[in-house]
């Protein structure tokens, strides 16, 4: 695969999505494995269960995802619009504006009325400037909408298989709650490191992190179930 390809695969949106999608995966099937495991006695009602819920939660997660990369969509070009409209309206007041951001920087006063009018000269220009600088915006892309609620979504079916794959195997839940402990336990390790490692954070510190997480909520809930139970 050529760099640029890679580059293009692993952008920070679709690590991010990926991110959500694994994290949530892997913990929230977990989770309500360990919680079943506490309240009944066969693994069978535990896969039937675990995998309404993947089923379900991946849907939602996909959603959520898709709903999400609009809302910035839309917000994107509200406030577009609205800059066009201030520049239109109070010239002064945003040139004013895009002066303070330029002093903040450091700029010398002798040479800021260039630098203001070099950027007002155009008033696309002026208003990506703006939304850039004051409003802390990027041009959001509309079309990965389905792109973020796959990756989501599949990411998250990935992430809720691994918990639930020893309860495919053994009949007696307990056992395969200890199983998916390990397993799940590293999967939440690794995946930790490998998250570290994209974003920059220590390795062992994301990957203990991430697994106590998932460890911490898969113990509440069983131990739920069995005070409830």
Same mark, same amino acid.
């Given at each position: 695969?050529?760099?640029?390809?890679?580059?293009?695969?692993?952008?920070?949106?679709?690590?991010?999505?990926?991110?959500?999608?694994?994290?949530?995966?892997?913990?929230?099937?977990?989770?309500?494995?360990?919680?079943?495991?506490?309240?009944?006695?066969?693994?069978?009602?535990? =896969? /039937?269960? !675990?995998?309404?819920? $993947?089923?379900? +939660?991946? &849907?939602?997660?996909?959603?959520?995802? @898709? *709903?999400?990369?609009?809302?910035?969509?839309?917000?994107?070009?509200?406030?577009?619009?609205?800059?066009?409209?201030?520049?239109?309206?109070?010239?002064?007041?945003?040139?004013?504006?895009?002066?303070?951001?330029?002093?903040?920087?450091?700029?010398?006063?002798?040479?800021?009325?260039?630098?203001?009018?070099?950027?007002?000269?155009?008033?696309?220009?002026?208003?990506?400037?703006?939304?850039?600088?004051?409003?802390?915006?990027?041009?959001?892309?509309?079309?990965?909408?389905?792109?973020?609620? =796959? /990756?989501? !979504?599949?990411?998250? $079916?990935?992430? +809720?298989? &691994?918990?639930?794959?020893?309860?495919? @195997? *053994?009949?007696?839940?307990?056992?395969?709650?200890?199983?998916?402990?390990?397993?799940?336990?590293?999967?939440?390790?690794?995946?930790?490191?490998?998250?570290?490692?994209?974003?920059?954070?220590?390795?062992?510190?994301?990957?203990?992190?991430?697994?106590?997480?998932?460890?911490?909520?898969?113990?509440?809930?069983?131990?739920?179930?069995?005070?409830?139970?």
């Amino acid at each position: 695969m050529a760099l640029s390809q890679k580059q293009k695969w692993w952008s920070p949106e679709r690590v991010r999505d990926i991110v959500i999608g694994m994290s949530d995966g892997l913990t929230v099937p977990f989770a309500l494995a360990a919680g079943l495991t506490g309240a009944v006695t066969t693994s069978k009602l535990i =896969v /039937t269960a !675990g995998l309404a819920e $993947i089923a379900a +939660g991946s &849907i939602a997660m996909g959603l959520g995802g @898709f *709903l999400a990369v609009r809302s910035d969509h839309e917000y994107y070009v509200s406030t577009q619009q609205s800059e066009h409209r201030s520049i239109r309206e109070i010239p002064e007041e945003e040139e004013e504006e895009v002066r303070q951001l330029v002093r903040d920087w450091g700029v010398d006063e002798s040479h800021l009325p260039a630098v203001v009018e070099s950027i007002t000269r155009d008033h696309n220009q002026w208003v990506d400037f703006m939304l850039r600088h004051e409003f802390g915006l990027e041009q959001p892309r509309p079309g990965r909408a389905l792109s973020s609620s =796959v /990756t989501i !979504g599949g990411s998250y $079916i990935v992430g +809720g298989l &691994i918990p639930l794959m020893p309860y495919f @195997f *053994l009949s007696q839940p307990l056992r395969g709650l200890w199983t998916s402990v390990v397993l799940t336990g590293i999967a939440l390790f690794v995946f930790g490191v490998i998250k570290s490692r994209l974003t920059g954070t220590r390795l062992f510190k994301g990957g203990a992190a991430m697994a106590a997480i998932g460890g911490c909520a898969a113990a509440v809930a069983y131990l739920a179930a069995r005070w409830l139970g």
